[in-house]
């Protein structure tokens, strides 16, 4: 656990010692793919237990009484 919090402070000290542009562009570089596969990946998680507890997942919207 020491080598992988070395690790990421090494990483944020570097970030933190760039100028904004380069800073902004590393962030989004990373933060953009990065939050992308972690939804997808919660959406995934999400949709399975659904799924297993028997809510419905991908069908049509469920028409209640007295709507048309």
Known sequence: MQRIGS???AIELWVAGLPFL???VV???VLVPV???LAFGLDT???AVLRLIGRRG???PVRVEGQR
Do not use: H
Request: net charge negative; aromatic share 22%; hydrophobic share 60%.
């Open 22 to 24: 380069p800073q902004f």
């Open 35 to 37: 939050s992308f596969v």
């Open 27 to 29: 962030l989004v570089l």
């Open 45 to 47: 998680v999400v949709n």
């Open 58 to 60: 991908d069908d049509a």
């Open 7 to 9: 690790w990421w402070d």
